[in-house]
């Protein structure tokens, strides 16, 4: 069988770290702050972990368990191979597929209890064919589209879907959910929270999971009483606040997760009026030491990115200079005392400072989301406390 998966390099001197005690502390500084927003008689929501995306790039497997430790009950994820991995590896709380599914792959959830999305006519008639096959029923929340138009069933037509879906011997209806396209405007915010609550409060919702909240929402009062929050991209220490908007939204103090390092493989001088690197777009104006690292944009470092960004060596500031290539970039490090072998360090801390992803987003006018799920391409990925 051919594996189609992209390599890691694991003998090269390049490397994304996973901190997992920045994880735990994100995580209980968030439940923390809910918490102080909630009335003194209300428990704290269910927690939902958005792992989709190898964990935003940060790794499902390894971050599952610490999220677990925190108490995190649920994780979604954006397709049924995405919980097959967790199921495969022992993974055991309740899983959902916040995407859609394709039909043909509902057995496969079903045989390993995990929790689909349905919003169609077409997702009933799968799940029936199913049951009279098997017996077993499909697990499912109903995504309402309330203003995203993107997946899930109108809501100006959920009610009638809603009451079939409660009333089909062949379906396990867990919960019922939405999701908001932009909590940091208040008039797109309130249409959307109106019509997903007249579709709630029109309903029979006794054990059912209702949700709507994400990373930011969940420090928004959405005016709905939701029995589960979905944390995405906060739980791993990054803002999910649209850079250069005015929001008052206030998020908890967060610490980022994810670094990105490599090793100095070459050091060398060049001179005055040198060029470096494809198409010379630097030329040094003196003469300078220059430091190369294996990390380039099939690492999922944007070319985009080139004489624009900095990073830290033995505790200074050094600017990238050149065309990032596909495997290599090189830095500045004219006043710096540096040898073969030592790290510079791309994202994350140092000795003195922090370098953000969010700096880059800017750059390329992007979210962080985007660029955490980019370094997962080839670059292993080395777990620390």
């Not at 009950?73 to 919980?83: K, L, M, R, T, Y």
């Not at 017996?135 to 997946?151: P, S």
């Not at 070459?266 to 040094?284: C, F, L, P, R």
Request: with cysteine; aromatic share 8%; proline share 3%.
């Amino acid at each position: 069988m051919i594996n189609r998966a992209l390599p890691v390099n694991k003998l090269r001197d390049a490397w994304v770290e996973i901190n997992l005690g920045n994880l735990e502390y994100n995580i209980n500084s968030i439940k923390e702050k809910i918490k102080k927003n909630l009335p003194d008689n209300k428990d704290l929501p269910k927690l939902l972990a958005t792992i989709k995306a190898d964990g935003y790039g940060h790794g499902s497997l390894m971050c599952a368990p610490t999220l677990i430790a925190c108490g995190v009950e649920a994780f979604g994820v954006a397709s049924v191979d995405e919980g097959l991995e967790l199921r495969q590896n022992k993974i055991t709380v309740p899983i959902l597929v916040l995407g859609a599914v394709p039909i043909w792959a509902f057995e496969s959830a079903i045989k390993n209890n995990i929790t689909v999305s349905i919003f169609n006519n077409e997702h009933l008639e799968a799940a029936k064919i199913l049951y009279e096959r098997t017996g077993k029923k499909l697990r499912a929340h109903i995504k309402i589209d309330t203003g995203m138009n993107r997946i899930g069933i109108c809501h100006r037509r959920a009610l009638n879907f809603i009451k079939q879906v409660q009333n089909a011997e062949y379906i396990d209806l867990k919960g019922i959910f939405t999701h908001f396209a932009d909590v940091e405007n208040p008039e797109i915010l309130k249409l959307q929270k109106e019509n997903f609550k007249n579709v709630i409060n029109s309903i029979d919702r006794k054990g059912l999971i209702i949700h709507c909240q994400n990373s930011l929402g969940a420090f928004v009062d959405p005016g709905i009483e939701c029995d589960m929050i979905r944390l995405g991209i906060i739980l791993y220490g990054l803002s999910p606040l649209t850079y250069g908007k005015k929001c008052n939204i206030e998020i908890p103090k967060l610490k980022p997760v994810m670094g990105l390092k490599g090793r100095i493989t070459n050091i060398h001088t060049i001179e005055k009026g040198d060029g470096v690197s494809y198409g010379y777009s630097y030329i040094a104006q003196k003469n300078t030491r220059i430091a190369t690292i294996p990390i380039g944009y099939a690492d999922g470092v944007s070319r985009n990115l080139s004489n624009r960004i900095f990073a830290s060596l033995n505790g200074k500031m050094i600017k990238q200079i050149g065309r990032i290539t596909m495997d290599q970039m090189m830095f500045d490090i004219e006043d710096i005392e540096a040898k073969e072998g030592d790290i510079i360090t791309l994202l994350g801390y140092d000795e003195k400072d922090y370098y953000s992803v969010d700096e880059w987003a800017k750059i390329l006018n992007t979210i962080n989301y985007e660029l955490t799920c980019r370094l997962k391409v080839r670059l292993p990925r080395i777990y620390v406390r």
